[in-house]
């Protein structure tokens, strides 16, 4: 589990096909390896990755079919900036939100607008993730977490400040730049519990539409 807490940029060093899997070298930047071992998660932008080589100032992780399908690393290239986070401690301080580093899908930024301290971009979220947005909740973006502090539909704002474009690669986007979402987790199993004996059917899980809530209540 992660809190969205970025610890350090990196950079990705090499990418090369891997059985069905690519194998990644993401240079680690200022990350502190002296607790990494074997077997442990670092998330890349926001994706769960597990370490399966690593030195002091790199490490390696394989990216499986799914997670290309799910993400942006699928047109990653070498020398792209990355943000690290490291598997969080049960005695760590919780700064952001829960984040699991399972994304949900890609983004697409839209605009940015400067302020005299901060900097508004707004992103489009794909579709079928529009009802899981809520105005003050949390967003997990590139691994970061951030606050959604307005919604249009599959649209959203966020409102960044310049320490976390300094410390993440946020300070990077453009208009047209891909991100990875990953939605509150809280929202997730929510929907899953609405259904309830229906999630043990086949179809169930497809997303809970205007017609199940009428169906249960939760609309007139």
Known sequence: ???????????IGAMQPFGEDIRLRIDVGTLDMSDVKLGDSIAANGVCLTVVEFSDQHYSVDVSPETLKRS???DYQ??????????MLASSRFGGHI?????????EVLSLHPGDKWLEIWVKAPDNLARYLAEKGSITVDGVSLTVNRIDGARFMLTLIPHTLQETIIGTY?????????????????????LGDKAAQPSAGQGIDEAFLAKHGYMK
Not at 1 to 10: K, L, S
Not at 99 to 107: A, E, F, I, P, T
Not at 174 to 194: F, I, Q, S
């Open 1 to 11: 589990m992660f809190t969205g807490i970025i610890e350090a940029v990196g950079t």
């Open 72 to 74: 942006g690393f699928a």
């Open 78 to 87: 070498v020398g792209m900036p990355v943000n690290l986070e490291k598997a």
């Open 99 to 107: 984040v699991s580093g399972h994304v949900d899908g890609v983004g």
């Open 174 to 194: 453009k208009v047209g730049t891909k991100v990875n979402l990953e939605v509150d987790v809280v929202a997730r199993y929510l929907e899953r519990l609405m």
